[in-house]
């Protein structure tokens, strides 16, 4: 399945990360279960940890997922208890990369 995931992570950012996010503190914190700046040390260890929660080039030499959207995908799995495929809607996160995301 095609995922335009180049425009969910345009989408993600403007919505919770640009200087004039579409979503305030107050909201950011109701979704994530915690403060932006919080998540965002978080994204950092995360990316100096693991090569994983870098940017990548898929098969295709396209950019892969930011650390922000992994980093998204697997704190709304925890703070919900949901399943992936709740997110795949607005993250456009296949099911398989969000559990490697989680684990």
């Not at 200087?19 to 107050?26: L, R």
């Not at 915690?34 to 995360?46: D, G, S, Y």
Request: glycine share 6%; with cysteine.
């Amino acid at each position: 399945m095609d995922r335009p995931r180049e425009q969910a992570s345009k989408q993600l950012m403007d919505d919770y990360f640009s200087p004039n996010p579409v979503y305030n503190e107050t909201q950011f914190r109701r979704r994530f279960r915690m403060r932006r700046p919080l998540f965002l040390k978080i994204v950092e260890a995360l990316s100096g940890w693991s090569d994983y929660f870098t940017v990548r080039l898929d098969a295709l030499n396209r950019p892969g997922f930011s650390p922000v959207h992994k980093c998204t995908v697997v704190i709304r799995q925890l703070a919900y208890g949901g399943s992936t495929n709740q997110l795949d809607e607005y993250l456009k996160m296949g099911e398989s990369t969000g559990v490697e995301c989680l684990k």
